[in-house]
Protein backbone atom coordinates (compact mmCIF):
# COMPACT_ATOMS: atom_id res chain seq x y z
CA UNK A 1 0.00 0.00 0.00
CA UNK A 2 1.40 3.43 -0.55
CA UNK A 3 1.95 5.91 1.90
CA UNK A 4 2.01 8.86 -0.73
CA UNK A 5 0.52 9.91 -3.91
CA UNK A 6 2.70 12.77 -5.79
CA UNK A 7 0.93 13.77 -9.22
CA UNK A 8 3.57 15.08 -11.57
CA UNK A 9 2.92 17.18 -14.78
CA UNK A 10 4.07 15.98 -18.30
CA UNK A 11 5.63 18.95 -20.41
CA UNK A 12 6.41 18.83 -24.06
CA UNK A 13 9.71 18.58 -23.90
CA UNK A 14 10.07 15.33 -21.97
CA UNK A 15 9.28 13.41 -25.08
CA UNK A 16 12.42 11.96 -27.48
CA UNK A 17 12.80 11.28 -31.18
CA UNK A 18 10.22 8.38 -31.21
CA UNK A 19 7.36 10.39 -29.45
CA UNK A 20 6.83 9.05 -25.98
CA UNK A 21 8.47 10.09 -22.44
CA UNK A 22 11.92 9.56 -22.85
CA UNK A 23 13.09 7.06 -20.28
CA UNK A 24 15.96 9.42 -18.31
CA UNK A 25 12.45 11.30 -17.59
CA UNK A 26 10.75 8.94 -15.34
CA UNK A 27 13.74 8.84 -13.23
CA UNK A 28 13.07 12.92 -13.09
CA UNK A 29 9.44 12.22 -11.97
CA UNK A 30 10.33 9.63 -9.22
CA UNK A 31 12.54 12.58 -8.16
CA UNK A 32 10.00 15.06 -7.89
CA UNK A 33 7.80 12.45 -5.89
CA UNK A 34 10.01 12.03 -3.77
CA UNK A 35 11.02 16.17 -3.22
CA UNK A 36 6.86 16.37 -2.49
CA UNK A 37 6.89 13.94 0.31
CA UNK A 38 9.90 14.76 1.54
CA UNK A 39 8.38 18.52 1.58
CA UNK A 40 5.07 17.65 3.31
CA UNK A 41 6.71 16.14 6.21
CA UNK A 42 8.86 16.93 9.37
CA UNK A 43 11.91 15.31 7.45
CA UNK A 44 12.00 18.26 4.85
CA UNK A 45 14.76 19.79 6.17
CA UNK A 46 16.63 16.97 4.87
CA UNK A 47 16.20 18.29 1.63
CA UNK A 48 18.72 20.76 2.36
CA UNK A 49 21.95 19.82 2.22
CA UNK A 50 21.50 15.86 4.13
CA UNK A 51 20.06 13.57 1.29
CA UNK A 52 22.38 11.48 -1.23
CA UNK A 53 20.74 9.42 -3.91
CA UNK A 54 23.08 6.05 -4.20
CA UNK A 55 20.91 3.83 -6.20
CA UNK A 56 18.41 3.31 -8.60
CA UNK A 57 16.17 0.61 -10.12
CA UNK A 58 13.56 1.52 -12.74
CA UNK A 59 10.94 -0.84 -14.88
CA UNK A 60 9.42 0.89 -18.37
CA UNK A 61 6.02 -1.61 -18.41
CA UNK A 62 4.84 0.69 -21.15
CA UNK A 63 5.62 3.69 -23.69
CA UNK A 64 4.11 6.95 -21.78
CA UNK A 65 2.79 9.12 -24.43
CA UNK A 66 2.09 13.13 -23.81
CA UNK A 67 -0.94 13.91 -21.87
CA UNK A 68 -2.47 17.33 -20.01
CA UNK A 69 -3.56 15.11 -17.70
CA UNK A 70 -0.60 14.80 -14.35
CA UNK A 71 0.68 11.24 -13.79
CA UNK A 72 0.13 9.86 -10.49
CA UNK A 73 2.97 8.07 -8.48
CA UNK A 74 2.59 6.35 -5.45
CA UNK A 75 5.57 5.97 -3.51
CA UNK A 76 6.45 3.78 -0.73
CA UNK A 77 8.95 3.52 2.23
CA UNK A 78 11.05 0.61 2.09
CA UNK A 79 13.52 -0.85 4.71
CA UNK A 80 15.37 1.61 6.81
CA UNK A 81 18.29 1.39 8.22
CA UNK A 82 20.58 3.85 10.57
CA UNK A 83 21.67 6.11 7.96
CA UNK A 84 19.68 4.84 4.61
CA UNK A 85 15.86 3.87 2.89
CA UNK A 86 14.77 2.38 0.40
CA UNK A 87 11.56 3.98 -1.61
CA UNK A 88 9.65 2.37 -3.72
CA UNK A 89 7.13 4.01 -6.64
CA UNK A 90 4.49 3.05 -8.81
CA UNK A 91 4.01 5.33 -12.06
CA UNK A 92 0.35 5.72 -13.16
CA UNK A 93 -0.98 7.21 -16.38
CA UNK A 94 -4.99 7.12 -16.88
CA UNK A 95 -4.83 4.49 -13.68
CA UNK A 96 -2.41 2.09 -15.89
CA UNK A 97 0.89 1.61 -13.90
CA UNK A 98 3.31 2.53 -16.59
CA UNK A 99 6.60 1.80 -14.76
CA UNK A 100 7.82 0.77 -11.19
CA UNK A 101 10.89 2.07 -9.60
CA UNK A 102 13.02 1.80 -6.52
CA UNK A 103 15.70 4.73 -5.07
CA UNK A 104 17.97 3.79 -2.23
CA UNK A 105 19.17 7.05 -0.33
CA UNK A 106 21.87 7.69 2.00
CA UNK A 107 21.99 10.87 4.74
CA UNK A 108 24.98 12.68 3.84
CA UNK A 109 27.18 15.22 5.50
CA UNK A 110 28.69 17.43 2.95
CA UNK A 111 30.17 19.94 4.54
CA UNK A 112 32.07 16.91 6.72
CA UNK A 113 31.98 14.70 3.51
CA UNK A 114 30.69 11.63 4.77
CA UNK A 115 27.32 9.34 5.62
CA UNK A 116 25.70 10.42 8.80
CA UNK A 117 23.56 8.36 11.02
CA UNK A 118 19.53 9.25 11.28
CA UNK A 119 18.51 10.72 14.51
CA UNK A 120 16.02 9.13 16.64
CA UNK A 121 13.52 11.34 14.80
CA UNK A 122 14.06 11.14 11.20
CA UNK A 123 14.14 7.40 11.47
CA UNK A 124 11.09 7.16 13.76
CA UNK A 125 9.13 8.93 10.54
CA UNK A 126 10.52 7.01 7.83
CA UNK A 127 10.32 3.39 10.04
CA UNK A 128 6.83 4.18 10.57
CA UNK A 129 5.16 4.44 7.15
CA UNK A 130 7.71 1.59 6.04
CA UNK A 131 6.39 -1.58 4.28
CA UNK A 132 7.71 -4.74 2.44
CA UNK A 133 8.91 -3.97 -1.20
CA UNK A 134 8.69 -6.56 -3.98
CA UNK A 135 12.44 -6.92 -4.68
CA UNK A 136 13.44 -6.20 -8.68
CA UNK A 137 14.38 -9.34 -10.82
CA UNK A 138 18.16 -9.52 -10.93
CA UNK A 139 19.94 -8.62 -14.57
CA UNK A 140 23.35 -10.69 -13.88
CA UNK A 141 26.48 -9.62 -12.66
CA UNK A 142 28.51 -7.86 -15.40
CA UNK A 143 31.25 -5.44 -15.45
CA UNK A 144 33.44 -3.17 -18.46
CA UNK A 145 36.60 -4.92 -19.19
CA UNK A 146 39.31 -3.76 -21.92
CA UNK A 147 36.81 -4.14 -25.10
CA UNK A 148 34.59 -1.27 -24.55
CA UNK A 149 32.68 1.38 -26.56
CA UNK A 150 33.77 4.74 -25.11
CA UNK A 151 32.30 8.26 -25.28
CA UNK A 152 33.62 11.38 -23.53
CA UNK A 153 31.47 13.78 -22.60
CA UNK A 154 31.67 17.57 -20.26
CA UNK A 155 28.99 18.55 -17.55
CA UNK A 156 27.06 21.62 -18.27
CA UNK A 157 25.85 23.97 -16.11
CA UNK A 158 22.51 23.10 -15.87
CA UNK A 159 23.47 19.20 -14.72
CA UNK A 160 24.01 20.31 -10.99
CA UNK A 161 21.79 20.67 -8.82
CA UNK A 162 21.37 22.36 -5.49
CA UNK A 163 24.21 20.53 -3.65
CA UNK A 164 26.53 21.51 -6.21
CA UNK A 165 27.17 18.43 -8.59
CA UNK A 166 25.40 16.76 -11.14
CA UNK A 167 21.80 15.59 -10.51
CA UNK A 168 21.50 11.76 -9.97
CA UNK A 169 18.72 12.15 -12.88
CA UNK A 170 21.24 13.67 -15.37
CA UNK A 171 23.48 10.19 -15.16
CA UNK A 172 20.40 8.61 -16.97
CA UNK A 173 21.37 11.08 -19.98
CA UNK A 174 24.95 10.71 -20.24
CA UNK A 175 24.71 6.82 -20.25
CA UNK A 176 22.00 7.06 -22.87
CA UNK A 177 24.07 9.11 -24.64
CA UNK A 178 26.99 6.63 -24.89
CA UNK A 179 24.20 4.07 -25.62
CA UNK A 180 22.86 5.38 -29.10
CA UNK A 181 26.71 5.93 -30.45
CA UNK A 182 27.21 2.63 -29.99
CA UNK A 183 28.24 1.41 -33.31
CA UNK A 184 30.70 -0.92 -34.93
CA UNK A 185 30.78 0.72 -38.39
CA UNK A 186 31.39 5.09 -37.13
CA UNK A 187 31.17 5.82 -40.88
CA UNK A 188 27.95 4.25 -41.68
CA UNK A 189 24.41 5.48 -40.78
CA UNK A 190 23.49 6.79 -38.06
CA UNK A 191 21.97 3.54 -35.97
CA UNK A 192 18.78 5.56 -34.42
CA UNK A 193 18.47 7.04 -37.95
CA UNK A 194 18.33 3.86 -39.56
CA UNK A 195 16.06 2.18 -36.95
CA UNK A 196 13.48 5.21 -37.17
CA UNK A 197 13.18 4.84 -41.26
CA UNK A 198 12.45 1.12 -40.72
CA UNK A 199 10.14 1.90 -38.20
CA UNK A 200 11.75 0.15 -35.85
CA UNK A 201 11.76 1.80 -31.91
CA UNK A 202 14.45 1.09 -29.51
CA UNK A 203 12.82 0.58 -25.85
CA UNK A 204 14.33 0.68 -22.71
CA UNK A 205 12.28 -2.04 -19.88
CA UNK A 206 14.85 -1.70 -17.03
CA UNK A 207 17.54 0.38 -15.57
CA UNK A 208 19.83 0.17 -12.56
CA UNK A 209 22.46 2.79 -11.54
CA UNK A 210 24.74 2.74 -8.37
CA UNK A 211 26.32 5.87 -7.70
CA UNK A 212 29.75 5.28 -6.08
CA UNK A 213 31.02 9.49 -6.48
CA UNK A 214 29.87 12.81 -6.93
CA UNK A 215 30.42 14.02 -10.68
CA UNK A 216 31.30 17.52 -10.79
CA UNK A 217 31.90 21.02 -12.65
CA UNK A 218 34.98 20.67 -14.58
CA UNK A 219 36.39 21.49 -17.94
CA UNK A 220 38.10 18.18 -18.61
CA UNK A 221 35.65 15.43 -19.63
CA UNK A 222 34.58 12.54 -17.82
CA UNK A 223 33.64 9.01 -19.55
CA UNK A 224 30.99 6.29 -20.11
CA UNK A 225 32.62 3.26 -21.13
CA UNK A 226 29.84 0.68 -22.39
CA UNK A 227 29.51 -3.05 -23.01
CA UNK A 228 27.23 -5.41 -23.94
CA UNK A 229 26.35 -8.43 -21.71
CA UNK A 230 23.14 -10.55 -22.28
CA UNK A 231 21.74 -10.97 -25.53
CA UNK A 232 18.26 -12.39 -26.33
CA UNK A 233 16.42 -12.53 -29.59
CA UNK A 234 15.05 -9.00 -29.09
CA UNK A 235 17.42 -7.34 -26.27
CA UNK A 236 20.32 -6.99 -24.46
CA UNK A 237 21.64 -5.93 -21.20
CA UNK A 238 24.18 -3.07 -21.77
CA UNK A 239 26.88 -2.33 -19.12
CA UNK A 240 28.52 0.81 -18.42
CA UNK A 241 30.44 2.80 -15.77
CA UNK A 242 31.22 6.57 -15.63
CA UNK A 243 34.91 7.00 -15.25
CA UNK A 244 37.34 10.01 -14.15
CA UNK A 245 40.40 9.77 -17.07
CA UNK A 246 42.24 11.87 -14.14
CA UNK A 247 42.17 9.53 -11.97
CA UNK A 248 40.47 6.11 -12.98
CA UNK A 249 37.92 6.23 -10.80
CA UNK A 250 34.86 4.68 -11.47
CA UNK A 251 32.10 6.69 -10.34
CA UNK A 252 28.91 5.59 -11.55
CA UNK A 253 27.81 1.54 -12.76
CA UNK A 254 24.94 0.94 -14.97
CA UNK A 255 22.55 -1.88 -16.32
CA UNK A 256 20.34 -0.96 -18.74
CA UNK A 257 17.63 -4.22 -20.71
CA UNK A 258 17.46 -2.66 -23.93
CA UNK A 259 14.27 -4.07 -26.42
CA UNK A 260 13.92 -3.83 -30.10
CA UNK A 261 10.76 -3.47 -31.19
CA UNK A 262 8.52 -2.22 -34.40
CA UNK A 263 6.05 0.87 -34.69
CA UNK A 264 3.36 -0.70 -32.34
CA UNK A 265 6.02 -1.92 -29.86
CA UNK A 266 6.00 -5.50 -30.03
CA UNK A 267 9.25 -7.04 -29.77
CA UNK A 268 11.52 -7.73 -32.97
CA UNK A 269 14.63 -9.68 -33.33
CA UNK A 270 17.59 -7.76 -33.03
CA UNK A 271 18.90 -5.95 -36.39
CA UNK A 272 22.46 -7.25 -37.02
CA UNK A 273 24.60 -4.27 -36.04
CA UNK A 274 23.67 -4.46 -32.21
CA UNK A 275 24.92 -8.34 -32.55
CA UNK A 276 27.87 -6.82 -34.41
CA UNK A 277 28.52 -4.65 -31.60
CA UNK A 278 28.07 -7.45 -28.76
CA UNK A 279 30.76 -9.12 -30.74
CA UNK A 280 33.00 -6.07 -30.64
CA UNK A 281 32.50 -5.05 -27.17
CA UNK A 282 31.77 -7.90 -24.91
CA UNK A 283 30.91 -7.13 -21.12
CA UNK A 284 32.70 -9.59 -18.45
CA UNK A 285 30.60 -11.96 -16.62
CA UNK A 286 31.21 -12.09 -13.14
CA UNK A 287 30.92 -15.50 -11.09
CA UNK A 288 28.23 -16.13 -8.98
CA UNK A 289 28.01 -17.64 -5.63
Known amino acids: MSSYTATVGLRWVD??????????????????????????????HLLGDSTMVVGHQIEYLAPIGFSTTPM??????????????????????????????RSTL?????????????TGAERG????????????????????GEQAFDFPFTVRWSDLDSYGHVNNVRVFDYIAEA?????????????MAVAAEDGMLWMVARQDVDYLGQILLRPEPY???????RVGRSSMTTIAEIVDPLDSRVL???????VAGDANARPVPLPPIMLAAAERWPAVAEATR
Not at 17 to 44: F, K, M, S, T
Not at 106 to 118: E, T
Not at 223 to 229: E, H, K, N, Q
Open 15 to 44: LDAQGHVNNAVIADYLQEARVEWLLAGPNA
Open 72 to 101: KIELSVGPVGASRFVLGYSVLQDGREVARG
Open 106 to 118: CLFDYRANRVRRM
Open 125 to 144: WFAAQSVELEPFPPLGRWHV
Open 179 to 191: RVRMSPDPDGPHR
Open 223 to 229: LVRTAIG
Open 252 to 258: VRTRTVV
